[in-house]
């Protein structure tokens, strides 16, 4: 079983986009184009350097791998149903057509998941006399140089600048080497992996791990508490998610690629490849919502180990490398274009350097379900909870500090209100952590400081004279993010104050079925995207208010501007629809799935 087989016509297929496919099994994670072209992949993990480039246009030939179909006519693309196997089917002009199966294997074995970091590639003949041509270019340092080679018999050796990856197939070694042609009348495997002999005959190894891989990512989707209605796309959305977290070590990233702009020669490029904790938060809580609590246990795990760093008095950073990293210092590579050769291409992110007061909101909200889900094997308890008062100290401390704000402002700071609603969330859910683990002492405490700190924001951050609750302490200005006060429980949706907030917020901010995070120019000008979560904010905030026909109509019209694979990107042109932003992004996910959520009608009331 399949997802419906979307055809590309050979237009689009010339034309750079973000019409891209994810394959991933929590250790690499690899990009594919309409035409099966692996054009982003870094190696051996998300945050190292692009063996696989060419999306970014390097000044160095080549950066890809692409299995090229002479004469080639037109494609189709599709994943197979409830899975991370992707399937791309090339036709030509006389009637030949290949169909290329991509996947990166992840099953158990052994008593523990097998997910190297490896890439593995099925070309199959399905008609005519194919010719084909493989194209395997991997580069180094981010498109500075080819990589050095060695080949063995059935094997090509490639020194990348953080690993050297193997090459096995089936194939001539070197009609790989030197990117010949040749009928296609067999399947022809291909294995790019740790530099290890594979043991078994590699059509069996990718025959087996294909069957594993398929098992495994079906039985994930089957334990999914869907919603109803729009149950493919939450799927999909979901598998995404699941992509982004870096097994080892718990960390999610907020999307798998860098610096694709997000708006047409905007210069807002940025290098997404890093654990954002409040991104992460949100995936968390989205997966959680769908019963897929191991994502959140392993994020926990990362979470806790920042916090047993971090003492009572040390600021806690909003963003770390997947393996632990506090600083990210950020640079641009010359050696690779762009975007269709819209640079600047950047690697690090120097947020890491800011101020985000929301975190500490972000890591207690994230990690409350340990105390309260009888399901899980480790359940939080009394020493986790005092790790978490470390946070909850921190945020009193700096909910009315000024911070660079979630939407990370270079150029300014203020006291932002969904910061310092964060901070209350801490100590509000530290008081029913307390709670349920019997501490009543500590509860009492943070319930008032709670109370205390509500009080403070309210009277701050609600604008008598505009009538709404504005973005920063006694300012004017909206932003999306105050979608987001009745979701963490500050205010209760149906109060006057959020209801006319959440008016004001579309009045100002949407472009039709869109909205924009902020209008007020920045340090790069006026945004010119709308930013893909702040429209599925809206469109919960819609539901929660009352407005639910609304809300449903505009979700169909976000659900219309997925690509052919059904995932997101950050932002999107109101204008013509265009995705921009890097790729796939969680956050976008996160918000479909959550919209999905709230508006689905109930199982038990559609059966």
């Not at 740790?194 to 190894?205: I, Q, W």
């Not at 025959?207 to 999914?224: F, Q």
């Not at 094997?377 to 401390?397: I, K, N, Y």
């Amino acid at each position: 079983m399949s997802e419906s087989p979307k055809e590309i016509p050979r237009k689009e297929i010339r034309r750079a986009s973000l019409e891209l496919g994810v394959i991933g099994n929590g250790s690499v994670a690899a990009l594919i184009d309409s035409q099966a072209r692996i054009a982003w992949c870094c190696l051996p993990r998300f945050d190292a350097d692009a063996s696989f480039c060419a999306l970014l246009s390097p000044t160095t030939e080549g950066g890809d791998w692409a299995i090229e179909l002479e004469d080639f006519e037109r494609a189709e693309q599709f994943y197979l149903a409830n899975t991370a196997v992707l399937v791309t089917r090339l036709f030509d002009h006389h009637g030949g057509a290949v169909e290329v199966t991509d996947f990166a294997p992840r099953y158990r074995s052994n008593g523990r998941f097998y997910h190297p970091e490896m890439l593995t590639r099925r070309v199959t003949p399905i008609s005519g006399s194919p010719r084909i041509r493989i194209r395997m270019r991997p580069l180094c340092d981010y498109g500075a140089r080819a990589a050095q080679t060695t080949s063995g018999s059935n094997h090509i050796r490639y020194l990348l600048s953080d690993v050297v990856q193997r090459l096995t197939s089936d194939v001539a070694t070197p009609m790989i080497e030197r990117g010949l042609p040749f009928g296609l009348d067999r399947p022809a495997h291909f294995v790019f992996g740790p530099d290890e002999t594979l043991n078994d005959n590699v059509a069996d190894f990718v025959h087996l791990a294909l069957e594993r891989t398929l098992d495994y990512w079906r039985e994930w989707v089957r334990y999914l508490s869907i919603p109803y209605e729009w149950q493919a796309a939450v799927i999909r959305a979901a598998i995404t998610l699941k992509l982004c977290q870096y097994e080892a070590t718990g960390a999610i990233v907020a999307a798998l690629t860098t610096s694709i702009p997000e708006s047409e020669g905007s210069a807002r490029n940025w290098d997404y490849r890093y654990c954002w904790l409040r991104d992460a938060a949100f995936t968390v809580r989205a997966l959680n919502r769908l019963g897929a609590t191991r994502t959140m246990e392993e994020y926990i795990s990362f979470a806790f180990n920042l916090v047993a760093n971090n003492n009572d008095s040390t600021e806690l950073g909003p963003v770390f490398g997947i393996t632990f990293e506090d600083e990210l210092p950020e640079r641009q590579v010359d050696t690779l274009r762009g975007y269709r050769g819209m640079g600047p291409v950047r690697v690090g992110n120097d947020a890491w350097r800011q101020r985000q007061n929301d975190v500490y909101g972000s890591v207690v909200l994230a990690s409350a379900q340990l105390f309260f889900d009888v399901r899980l094997e480790h359940r939080g308890d009394e020493v986790m909870f005092r790790r978490l008062e470390r946070m909850g100290t921190m945020a009193l401390r700096m909910a009315e500090q000024t911070d660079a704000g979630l939407w990370e402002y270079r150029g300014r700071s203020a006291v932002h209100t969904y910061s310092a609603a964060m901070c209350w969330a801490a100590c509000d859910r530290l008081a029913h952590i307390a709670t349920e683990l019997g501490l009543g002492d500590r509860a009492r405490y943070w319930h008032e400081e709670a109370v205390q700190l509500h009080d403070r924001i309210e009277a701050r951050a609600w604008n008598e004279r505009l009538g709404y609750f504005v973005d920063a302490y006694d300012g004017e200005h909206l932003d999306a993010s105050l979608l987001l006060l009745a979701d963490i429980g500050f205010i209760d949706a149906t109060d006057p104050r959020f209801v006319a907030t959440v008016d004001a917020i579309g009045a100002a901010l949407g472009r039709g079925d869109y909205l924009f995070r902020y209008i007020a120019p920045d340090d790069f000008g006026a945004p010119e995207s709308s930013f893909n979560i702040c429209t599925f904010w809206y469109i919960e905030a819609l539901a929660a208010t009352g407005r639910k026909e609304r809300a449903r109509m505009m979700f169909e019209h976000m659900l219309k501007q997925r690509n052919a694979l059904g995932l997101l990107s950050e932002d999107i042109a109101p204008s013509s629809g265009e995705h921009w932003g890097n790729y796939p992004q969680t956050y976008s996910l996160v918000g479909l799935i959550q919209a999905a959520m709230r508006l689905s009608r109930r199982w038990e009331d559609a059966l």
